[in-house]
T-cell receptor, first 114, second 113 residues
Framework: NAGVTQTPKFQVLKTGQSMTLQCAQD?????MYWYRQDPGMGLRLIYY???????DKGEVPNGYNVSRLNKREFSLRLESAAPSQTSVYFC?????????????FGEGSRLTVL | AQSVAQPEDQVNVAEGNPLTVKCTYSVSGNPYLFWYVQYPNRGLQFLLKYITGDNLVKGSYGFEAEFNKSQTSFHLKKPSALVSDSALYFC???????????FGTGTRLLVSP
């Protein structure tokens, strides 16, 4: 049972380059999320998708775009990477329509922008 | 907006001693509160939650948390710490309108042998 799978696990980019972080979940969850984790700042929500076909901005969406490709997959794209986007990115999923609030996280993608 | 605060960057405790990791919250309406743990180079894992009911919530790995409405706190506790409990702990609150979570800044727990 894979749960939430993120690729790649590590990536180094130069300023201005673009890349896409991929996320897939096999738990049949409706809701998916992208967070970034920075030292001393905890986790901050970038974008989320309540259900297939919908996406919404979170706390720090600038510089990012997302695509909810289908129910399983939710990708995060950096169109023109900046050093401020150096971070660890986590994808998560949850069951919509409940009040459990339990998120299931991937292992993270560590991105360095030079 | 909903928010949580974790006032301690790090908590040190000796193995076998009780541990407490603090969290206070600010919400409008009823709070939905959570604790997550992150081991090195891993994603976050759910530990426990408070939605309603008993103020003492039991969770995974022997952890529990006490909800205190008058003090707006939701402290994580364990009666006897293990070295393997050493990790980063996050408190979180459910945001209004949708099932997304707002996380605190995290508290690093170090349990010494």
């Amino acid at each position: 049972n894979a749960g939430v799978t993120q690729t790649p696990k590590f990536q180094v980019l130069k300023t201005g380059q673009s890349m896409t972080l991929q996320c897939a979940q096999d738990m049949n969850h409706n809701s998916m999320y992208w967070y970034r984790q920075d030292p001393g700042m905890g986790l901050r929500l970038i974008y989320y998708s309540a259900s297939e076909g919908t996406t919404d901005k979170g706390e720090v969406p600038n510089g990012y775009n997302v695509s909810r490709l289908n129910k399983r997959e939710f990708s995060l794209r950096l169109e023109s990477a900046a050093p401020s986007q150096t971070s660890v990115y986590f994808c998560a999923s949850s069951v919509e329509g409940t009040n459990t609030g339990e998120l299931f996280f991937g292992e993270g993608s560590r991105l360095t922008v030079l | 907006a909903q928010s949580v605060a974790q006032p301690e960057d790090q908590v040190n405790v000796a193995e076998g001693n009780p541990l407490t990791v603090k969290c206070t919250y600010s919400v409008s309406g009823n709070p939905y509160l959570f604790w997550y743990v992150q081991y090195p180079n891993r994603g976050l894992q759910f530990l426990l939650k408070y939605i309603t009911g008993d103020n003492l919530v039991k969770g995974s790995y022997g952890f529990e948390a006490e909800f205190n409405k008058s003090q707006t706190s939701f402290h994580l506790k364990k009666p006897s710490a293990l070295v393997s409990d050493s990790a980063l702990y996050f408190c979180a609150v459910r945001d209004t309108g949708f099932q997304k979570l707002v996380f605190g800044t995290g508290t690093r727990l170090l349990v010494s042998p």
